[in-house]
């Protein structure tokens, strides 16, 4: 059975910086391509990162140089690196494949508020 276990949320001061990590278990991350979604009060959720098996990576317009995605083979997690955050950034974060195929977490709340 499959669980992703997203970490590392908090509330940041605009222009900060925040690390989310996503655990896997009953899967190997390096054999999926694997993204990061968000979603925001009263939207829709959205992919923001997205890494292929091969580990090359794009990234939504909205975060585009202020975001990187990563994976740790090792310890079989994917991270989100997220710099310059902005108030939009505010959010749940989830991890899952670009397809949606696993099970979801329970996300990891990002607040962006001075």
């Known amino acids: 059975q499959v669980q992703l276990v997203e970490s590392g949320g908090g509330l940041v001061q605009p222009g900060g910086s925040l690390r989310l990590s996503c655990a896997a278990s009953?899967?190997?991350?390096?054999?999926?391509?694997m993204g990061w979604y968000r979603q925001a009060p009263g939207k829709q959720r959205e992919l923001v990162a997205q890494?292929?098996?091969?580990?090359?990576?794009n990234y939504a317009d909205s975060v585009k140089g202020r975001f990187t995605i990563s994976r740790d083979n090792a310890k079989n997690t994917l991270s989100l690196q997220m710099n310059s955050l902005k108030s939009e950034d505010t959010a749940v974060y989830y991890c899952?494949?670009?397809?949606?195929?696993?099970?979801w977490g329970q996300g990891t709340q990002v607040t962006v508020s001075s």
């Open positions: 899952n494949t670009p397809g949606q195929y696993y099970p």
């Open positions: 009953g899967m190997v991350l390096r054999l999926n391509a």
């Open positions: 890494m292929t098996r091969g580990g090359s990576t």
